[in-house]
């Protein structure tokens, strides 16, 4: 099965919308001294956020949308169940119609960013490892890094 842009955006706007569930829900039961799994659903958050993200951009690319609409899609990771309202948005406007544009026997690349996806494109299953890799990597160190907010 191929998986259409419309199919890889979708998965990851409600992959998101999950995700911030159920750290909303970890936050309230700690609140509540119910339980602490604030981590570990805060790094399957985390996780899909990059996901989201990474796939995001690939769509923008992929369906040569106007910065403001791309760096929306992206801003609103961070706004809580807001990636399906906009994943809703931009499908209803046709913005996630079509195939991979860069896909071998398609358009030809302009750029650096349309070079990098057209490889991606032609070299999926290497490319796949490459980000996976690259994401845990990301992931990893901001665990290292730790929260944003110091522990009182």
């Known amino acids: 099965m191929k998986i259409s842009p419309r199919i890889l955006f979708r998965t990851f706007a409600l992959l998101e919308m ?3 569930a159920g750290l909303i829900t970890a936050i309230i039961l700690r609140v509540m001294d119910v339980t602490n799994i604030v981590p570990v659903a805060g790094g399957i958050h985390g996780f899909i956020f990059l996901c989201y993200s990474t796939s995001t951009v690939f769509v923008w690319v992929n ?4 910065f403001s ?4 899609g992206l801003l609103l990771a961070i706004v809580p169940f807001a990636t399906v309202p906009f994943e809703m948005y931009v499908d209803k406007r046709g913005l996630l119609e079509g195939n ?4 071998p026997g398609g358009d030809k690349p302009v ?3 349309e070079t990098v ?12 490892v490459l980000l996976l890799l690259f994401v845990v990597a990301l992931f990893v160190t901001l665990l290292w890094l730790g929260p944003p907010i110091p522990k009182s």
């Open 18 to 20: 999950f995700t911030w």
């Open 63 to 66: 369906q040569k949308w106007k």
């Open 69 to 72: 609409l791309g760096l929306t």
């Open 100 to 103: 991979w544009r860069l896909a």
């Open 111 to 113: 750029g650096f960013v």
């Open 117 to 128: 996806q057209a490889w991606v494109l032609r070299h999926l299953a290497l490319a796949v």
